[in-house]
């Protein structure tokens, strides 16, 4: 089975790439209102994402 939180991370992070690539407000670092969430899903995936790899590394 697919990891899920990695999958859910990779597609927040091309949601927000497709979006900032075409939002002047996002790409300056100025969330714009659509694409404030976008951007805080991607930080916590991503947040959560690596919270794991550095605790699966501290079991081995």
Not at 17 to 28: F, M, N
Not at 34 to 58: F, H, I, K, N, T
């Amino acid at each position: 089975m697919a990891d899920d939180l990695y999958t859910r991370y990779q597609q927040a992070s091309d949601t927000w790439r497709t979006h900032s690539s075409s939002c002047e407000p996002c790409r300056a670092g100025q969330h714009c209102p659509a694409g404030a969430p976008l951007y805080r899903r991607l930080a916590d995936l991503q947040d959560a994402y690596l919270r794991r790899l550095r605790s699966r590394g501290e079991n081995r």
